[in-house]
């Protein structure tokens, strides 16, 4: 079975640029996950689709991050303007049966905003 | 916000030791996992518990889960180079959500 894909591995940006992640999550996993993992600190959780729909996004800030799930398989996530604060490692996530089985991680894009 | 605490932040141990780390949350869980991250990677699920089991075993880990004091441990018996990694608990209230302490960063020195 293949794993989740993420895509870039390393992103490096100046503030006030934007920048887009992409996941590919484990065929047939309805529920995706994009968690924010600040250096030091455990992944947050920034928003959960079931298939094409968001379940949860409230902790995303939605004055500069936006995401969407086409089709209910890739996912994109987006920055646009960036801040140095956004500086962390963007996890995707994707699981079957809600998580009950454990979720299943991508190896996450690295961003650094300078 | 994070659900989870681990407990210590850092564990520095010998080849062979054992490894104790603790977890604990706020509210009903629907259950309680574990995973590890080696540096720079994502994170590897390495075992669910639910609210109505206390113990369970998966190789070399021991987790267990005592819902009256909002605890969780896990053991790794047997420790290998291997396993020096970040362990992170994380609950789930059964809305298919995860919820992820901060970690406990261990080492295992050869």
């Known amino acids: 079975e293949a794993g989740v894909a993420q895509s870039p591995r390393y992103k490096i940006i100046e503030k006030r640029q934007s920048v887009a992640f992409w996941c590919n999550p484990i065929s047939g996993h309805a529920t995706l996950y994009w968690y924010q993992q600040i250096l030091g600190q455990g992944p947050k959780l920034l928003i959960q689709?079931?298939?094409?729909?968001?379940?949860?996004d409230s902790q995303l800030p939605k004055d500069r991050f936006s995401a969407e799930r086409l089709k209910g398989v890739d996912s994109t996530l987006k920055i646009q303007p960036a801040k140095l604060e956004d500086s962390a490692v963007y996890l995707c996530a994707s699981s079957s049966h809600g998580g009950g089985n454990g979720y299943t991680f991508g190896s996450g894009t690295r961003l650094t905003v300078v | 916000s994070q659900q989870g605490e681990e407990d210590p932040q850092a564990l520095s141990i010998q080849e062979g030791e054992n490894a104790t780390m603790n977890c604990s949350y706020k509210?009903?869980?629907?259950?309680l996992q574990w995973y590890r991250q080696n540096s720079g990677r994502g994170l590897v699920h390495l075992i669910l518990?639910?609210?109505?089991?206390r113990e369970k075993h998966s190789g070399r880990l021991r987790v267990t889960l005592d819902t009256s004091k909002k605890s969780s441990s896990l053991l790794i018996t047997a420790s290998r180079a291997a396993d020096t990694a970040s362990y992170f608990c994380?609950?789930?209230?059964?809305?298919?959500?995860?919820?992820f302490g901060a970690g406990t960063t261990v080492t295992v020195r050869a």
């Open positions: 689709f079931q298939n094409n729909g968001v379940v949860d």
């Open positions: 509210t009903s869980i629907n259950n």
């Open positions: 518990i639910r609210s109505n089991e």
């Open positions: 994380a609950t789930d209230e059964g809305d298919y959500k995860l919820s």
